[in-house]
């Protein structure tokens, strides 16, 4: 209830202290969205004002003296499609940084003629792909602006609730999906969520940082690899070099700290630093669980000259969990009342960005990224009954030449090393699972020598005739801990039927890895080999207007060579197969006129098979129905307010059958596997926005309601059998109706 007071009392005590407030500006750079070569001459305006400028040679521009408020920004030259921000937030004595990458046209037309690009893309990426700015994500409802929660409401992404920020993509495992953070892949990129899990809270990067966030759900080129599902690639924004900025934002999850600004000449930084609340809020709660995060993520930017940039990136975070004094029944015959858990993970990259000449650039990338964890759990007489030492370091090495042999067509050349140094070591005692299967005690020593991946890809984009473009890519990787060598064909095709609507297609293989957790736990896991995919997407894509699209997708992955278990050993083997299909609409509209808004519709169906032998099942991320309905709007006077709704079909779980007696004692017996579905879920959040300009700094205070109208949406079923063999089912709940409120101030 203090946070309710909180909000009241910002909102009274900020309404009466306007004073004189003194102006932001807006810079940035504007450069060839295939060559990266800057654009000198290049026009930025600021819609409905006299306010604009031109780039200088190197490409940047800096408009000062903007009052205060939203715009949009319009950056055109002769020659190149214009391109649109329509989330550009000027703060008091503050400085906006925002760049654009222009594709080329040959329509001729002059700078003022050219429509407008509200949903710019690469020309290899014709289907499944979304991009978000940083204001789309602060202000989406129900997501506490965090990155992953924000991606759960996009076409073919089902949540997987409100205590869990994982992406199920498209019937996939959260696990298939590549995170990259400036070029660099991230491993865990969701705090408390381990490799091979399912769960975690909120993102390890701070939306403020970023400039841009690509989501690809399927079909994407052949930079990308290792994954079976989706490509999350998230862009740091380089510092402004004009003044520093700062911000501090406070809310129910944590407090962050971010400033940007200036370095030495030629050179910016950014940084954010945070630390969540979560374990002072279950300690008012009087829950036995304290979870603690930190992270830190930061990039400093320099540019040699003008055809030389360099930029470090670097991240870290820590999670801890520590439960002392309850009991968990995590068997039928083991109980434990102590948990001590320590997560954590860096990376450190350097990118370095040459232009060769006007039609050629390298961008080079080095870094070293670490993941770990630490767990004990047991009794308090006995803290360490069962428990894991787990480290993952690796060091990368990759470049890419892109190279553009004319205005309609281009090459990326790519090739990727890296070098993999990791330990796991586990032990559990021996244990009886609630059906009465006796686990004997295990321990695992899984420590190889250094091992390595490496790739090598080439991606053509060819404008065969004005309305079409062909990309084709192929890749190869070699994973030398399983000896195995993949070559996987990618292929993307796109007709542009008329100014307005183009009909888009890509075929591709996707192959991904077995992961370090999953050969570890037998000797006999080093023969497993790397899951395959294989993605087919159609689908056409309608502009109603410059800032808004309609898309129809039809998709279909078959699914190989998956990792699945033979029994209660740890043997895995690669005999699972599968499948995921479906279709997709959408509709979405960019904030223009005081007014966003997206809506979509998915219809999906994911099936699996562990062996040949055994019967085809529901997966359990199958969600058949989902739709996600999102809308906002500007209120006057600094007021925001918007609402999202989502719906998803139940997803699949084993129920309970019946019992046997075993010795005297009841144990559970399951039924067919995913033969039940949970009840449907659904939920509809609001989020209101009030904005205060102040002198010299801008603070916005903003409440997050989530499940306004209290569902109880069923996530889990836990059952145990009592002293008559009667099964007592006992459902668990995703969050109720609960407040997230917050605040920022920009300084």
């Not at 604009?52 to 920004?73: A, D, F, R, S």
């Not at 509809?684 to 009030?690: G, N, P, Q, T």
Request: aromatic share 12%; charged share 20%; net charge negative.
């Amino acid at each position: 209830m203090k946070y309710y007071y909180l909000f009241a009392f910002i909102f009274i005590s900020f309404q009466f202290s306007f004073a004189e407030v003194n102006n932001g500006s807006v810079s940035g750079e504007v450069r060839d969205a295939v060559t990266k070569q800057p654009l000198p001459g290049a026009n930025i305006v600021i819609a409905g004002t006299s306010l604009g400028t031109t780039c200088n040679e190197q490409g940047y521009y800096v408009i000062k003296n903007v009052q205060p408020g939203k715009y949009q920004l319009k950056a055109t030259l002769i020659g190149y499609e214009s391109s649109v921000n329509s989330d550009v937030v000027v703060s008091p004595q503050r400085n906006k940084k925002i760049s654009f990458e222009l594709k080329t046209t040959d329509i001729e037309m002059s700078a003022v003629d050219v429509q407008s690009d509200y949903f710019a893309r690469p020309a290899e990426n014709v289907v499944s792909m979304r991009t978000l700015s940083p204001e789309e994500i602060r202000r989406s409802p129900g997501s506490a602006e965090d990155i992953f929660r924000v991606m759960q409401s996009m076409p073919g992404v089902a949540t997987a609730g409100g205590k869990s920020a994982q992406l199920i993509v498209r019937g996939g495992n959260p696990d298939e999906n590549l995170t990259l953070l400036d070029n660099i892949e991230i491993y865990n990129p969701i705090h408390f969520a381990r490799t091979g899990e399912s769960m975690g809270i909120i993102s390890i990067v701070n939306p403020a940082l970023l400039e841009k966030v690509d989501f690809l759900t399927g079909g994407f080129p052949a930079k990308y690899g290792d994954k079976m599902s989706s490509v999350f690639d998230m862009t740091l924004q380089d510092g402004n070099k004009e003044l520093y900025n700062s911000d501090v934002n406070l809310n129910i999850a944590g407090f962050g700290v971010m400033v940007d600004g200036p370095l030495i000449e030629n050179s910016s930084m950014i940084f954010s630093v945070r630390r969540g609340f979560l374990d002072v809020l279950t300690s008012l709660m009087g829950k036995p669980a304290a979870p603690r995060y930190y992270d830190a993520v930061g990039k400093i930017t320099y540019d040699i000259d003008v055809n030389n940039r360099l930029s470090f990136v670097g991240f870290y975070y820590i999670d801890q969990i520590d439960k002392i004094g309850t009991t968990k029944e995590s068997s039928a015959m083991s109980k434990y009342d102590y948990l001590a858990r320590d997560d954590y993970g860096s990376a450190f990259g350097l990118n370095w960005r040459s232009l060769l000449s006007e039609r050629a650039f390298v961008m080079t990338t080095v870094s070293r990224t670490g993941n770990g964890w630490t767990t004990n759990q047991g009794t308090q007489a006995n803290h360490t009954l069962r428990g894991e030492e787990i480290l993952e370091n690796e060091f990368t090495l990759k470049s890419e030449l892109t190279y553009q042999f004319s205005s309609t067509l281009d090459m990326k050349i790519g090739v990727m090393g890296k070098t993999i140094d990791s330990r796991n070591i586990s032990w559990t005692p021996e244990d009886t699972t609630r059906t009465g299967t006796i686990v004997p005690a295990t321990t695992i020593s899984f420590q190889p020598d250094v091992t390595t991946k490496s790739a090598l890809y080439i991606q053509s984009t060819y404008r065969i005739i004005q309305p079409l473009t062909l990309s084709a890519g192929l890749r190869f990787d070699n994973f030398k801990l399983i000896n195995e060598n993949d070559i996987s064909p990618r292929l993307a095709l796109s007709y542009r039927i008329m100014e307005s609507t183009s009909l888009n297609f890509a075929w591709g293989k996707f192959v991904q890895t077995p992961a370090s957790y999953q050969i570890s736990p037998d000797p006999r896991n080093l023969l497993l080999k790397s899951s395959k995919a294989i993605h087919y997407v159609a689908g056409i894509e309608h502009r109603l207007a410059d800032d808004t699209r309609v898309t129809i997708e039809a998709y279909q992955k078959d699914i190989h060579d998956v990792i699945v278990g033979t029994d209660s050993s740890n043997l895995l083997v690669n005999t699972g197969s599968g499948f995921a299909r479906g279709i997709e609409l959408s509709l979405q509209k960019k904030f223009n006129d005081g007014f966003v808004g997206s809506a979509s519709y998915s219809y999906s169906v994911s099936r699996r098979r562990d062996m040949t032998t055994q019967p085809e099942y529901d997966f359990e991320y199958d969600r058949p129905h989902i739709v996600n309905i999102l809308a906002g709007m500007e209120i006057g006077e600094g007021w925001q307010i918007g609402a999202k709704f989502q719906f998803a079909s139940g997803n699949p779980y084993t129920p309970v059958a019946g019992v046997v007696k075993k010795g005297g004692i009841f144990y559970l017996v399951d039924g067919p596997v995913n033969s039940a579905r949970y009840p449907d879920y659904h939920k509809i959040d609001i989020r209101v926005d009030k904005q205060f300009i102040l002198a010299g700094w801008a603070l916005t205070a903003y409440l997050d309601l989530w499940n306004v109208y209290n569902r109880d949406n069923i996530m889990s079923y836990s059952y145990k059998a009592d002293v008559n063999g009667a099964v007592i089912m006992t459902p668990k709940y995703d969050f109720g109706i609960m407040p997230i409120v917050g605040i920022t101030a920009k300084f």
